[in-house]
């Protein structure tokens, strides 16, 4: 099992930043790609960032590239997304999610290929 907590989110308006962290508890991190996904109301939880177990590849979805950054810090167990430039769209709920690692698998950005979960941080952003 591996125990996922996120934290960091707020209120912002937009153009201004946010950092989230997740920590991980459990098992040993450095085995796990990790992802951030977000929800809004009434939409399906979508793909925001992934970095793969050692932190040497990322993946972000379109909307966020240039604005947000993911990384993590396997001694602390942590998890990051540094959120700038934010706008109202980008309001949701965030979580992390976590997977272990497969050389045979590319990192994924479907919520389904994930197996653990955190309970999630609001982000709201104002306009």
């Known amino acids: 099992q591996v125990q996922l907590v996120e934290s960091g989110g707020g209120l912002v308006q937009a153009g201004g930043s946010l950092r989230l962290s997740c920590a991980a508890s459990?098992?040993?991190?450095?085995?796990?790609?990790m992802g951030w996904f977000r929800q809004a109301p009434g939409k399906e939880r979508e793909f925001v960032a992934a970095?793969?177990?050692?932190?040497?590849?990322?993946y972000y979805t379109d909307s966020v590239k240039g604005r947000f950054t993911i990384s993590r810090d396997n001694a602390k167990n942590t998890v990051y997304l540094q959120m700038n430039s934010l706008k109202p769209e980008d309001t949701a709920l965030y979580y992390c999610?976590?997977?272990?690692?497969?050389?045979?698998?590319?990192?994924?950005?479907?919520?389904?290929?994930?197996?653990?979960w955190g309970q999630g941080t609001q982000v709201t952003v104002s306009s």
């Open positions: 999610a976590a997977v272990r690692y497969d050389a045979s698998r590319s990192i994924s950005v479907v919520p389904g290929a994930y197996d653990y």
């Open positions: 459990g098992r040993t991190f450095s085995n796990y790609n």
């Open positions: 970095i793969s177990w050692s932190g040497g590849s990322t």
